[in-house]
C-alpha cells in the first residue's frame, strides 16, 4: 500500500559514512533521484564522514546510527539493531532497503522487529571464493537467516544472482536482478580514445580482490611501446605496488594518484581504461570507462561480462593471467582506431542499459511490489501537504543522532 497520492516512504539503511564507495553512490544516486519524484526518504547510516557530506549537499533527510560500524562487535551490533528499530520506529517507513552485508543483516533484524518488509542490495556477496572456507560457512549461514527475513534480494548483475541461487541464499521468487546505473555526464567530459600517446587508467582500491601487481607485471613487458598511466585509489597495498613499480622500470610512466572525486574528469582525459581483479559483483569503475567512450580491458570477473561486450566494448582476459592482459593492452595502444571504435560502442551501451534511470525505474517497481504484497507494514495516514518533515541537516553542527525539523518550501 502506498501512499495516497502514490509516494512512498523509504528507508535506507548502509554501514560506512566514512568511505564513498560503490554502495554509498547507489543510495546516494536512488535516494535523490526518489526525491526528486516526490517520494519519503531517509538514510539510516553508521558512522560519520564524506558519505554525511555527500548527502547534505543533495539534500537527502538522513539519521546516524551510533553503533553501526563495519567489524563485527555483537555488543555494538545489538545496540546498534536497537537504535536502528527506534529510528524506524520515529520515521514509519512503508519499506527498509537494506545495502551491504553487515548494514543488511542488522536492518532486516530490526525490520522485521518492527512489522516492516525490508529489501536487502549485497554489492556483492560475502561467499564462495571471496573470503576463507570458514568465514565462508558463517557467512552462508547467516545470509540464510537474513534471506528468510528480506521481501525481496536486488542483486546488482545475473552473477550474483547465481551465486545465491548456487548457495541457496534464498528462494528464487526473492532474488531479482537490477544494473547498477550511473547518471550521464557533459559532452566535455567524453574521453577521446584516439589521441596519441595513449593514456590508460585504472581506478581500483589497492586492495584485494584488485590485482595491481598482475597489472604491473603485464605493463613491464610493453616498455617498448609509447604509453602512461594513472592509478586511481588507496589502500593498504599501495605502497608494495609503488616499490614494485619501482623494480620492474615502470615509476616514470605511472601516477600513483590516490583516492580522487574527480574521477570523471581523468576519465575524459585518458585513452584506455583498465581492470585487473580477481573477483567482482558489477563495478561502478567499468561504467564511468563506458560513459566516457573510452575501450575496456578488463580480467573476466564477477559481473563484468554483462557490462562489457567482449571484442565489441573492450577486451575480456582470464583473471591473474598477465600474458594475456599484456597482448590485449598491446593490440590497443598500437591502435588508435580500435580504440575509438570499442569507445564508442561501450558509450552507446552505457546509455541503452546502464542510466541512473533505467536503475531507479527498475528498483521502484520492485519497492512497489513488496509494499504491495506487504500492507501491514505499509499502513499509515497520509501526510498533508503543509506538514513538517526530517530533513539531513545537524543540529548544532553534530551529525550523531540529532536532527532538525524545517519548514518545506
Known sequence: MSLSNGTMKIAYVVTRA?????????????????????????VLIGGDGPVIDALQQRGIPYHSIRHLAKPLRPGADLR???????????????????????????????????????????????ISDRVSARSGRVFKLLERLGGYFSARIINVCEYERGLALRHKIAP????????????DIGSSLLAQPDREPPRLITIAR?????????????????????????????????????SLARDLGLAERMQ?????????????????????????????????????????????????????????????????DASQLQGQLRRLILDAQLRRRLGAAGRRRF??????????????????????????????????PDKRKWHGIPAHGKHENSQILIEKR
Open 351 to 384: 546509455l541503452e542499459q546502464f542510466t541512473v534511470d533505467k536503475m531507479v525505474n527498475q528498483t521502484v517497481q520492485i519497492y512497489r511490489e513488496v509494499i504491495s504484497a506487504h500492507p501491514v507494514g505499509a499502513q499509515r495516514a497520509p501526510v498533508p
Open 172 to 183: 528464487e521468487a526473492k532474488l531479482s536482478v537490477v544494473h547498477n546505473g550511473i547518471p
Open 80 to 126: 546498534a539493531t536497537i537504535e536502528l528499530s527506534q529510528a524506524l520506529r520515529t520515521i514509519r517507513p512503508q519499506l527498509v532497503a537494506a545495502h551491504t552485508a553487515k548494514a543488511g543483516m542488522l536492518a532486516r533484524g530490526a525490520a522485521a522487529l518492527s512489522g516492516i518488509p525490508a529489501v536487502f542490495t549485497p554489492h556483492g556477496w560475502a
Open 206 to 242: 589497492f586492495e584485494e580482490p584488485k590485482d595491481y601487481r598482475t597489472l604491473l607485471c603485464a605493463l613491464s613487458g610493453l616498455k617498448d611501446l609509447t604509453w602512461t598511466i594513472d592509478l586511481v585509489g588507496d589502500g593498504p597495498l599501495q605502497p608494495a605496488m609503488e
Open 256 to 320: 600513483f594518484l590516490g583516492a580522487r572525486r574527480n574521477t570523471a574528469w581523468l576519465l575524459a582525459q585518458a585513452q584506455l581504461f583498465v581492470l585487473s581483479t580477481r573477483s567482482e559483483a558489477f563495478p561502478y569503475s567499468v561504467l564511468e570507462a563506458m560513459r566516457a567512450g573510452l575501450p575496456v580491458v578488463s580480467s573476466d570477473a564477477g559481473g563484468i561480462r554483462e557490462a562489457v561486450a567482449d571484442g565489441e566494448t573492450g577486451m575480456l582476459v582470464t583473471a591473474k
Open 18 to 42: 566514512d568511505s564513498v564507495g560503490g554502495a554509498q553512490v547507489h543510495i546516494l544516486d536512488l535516494a535523490q533521484a526518489l526525491l526528486l519524484e516526490g517520494h519519503e526518504v531517509t
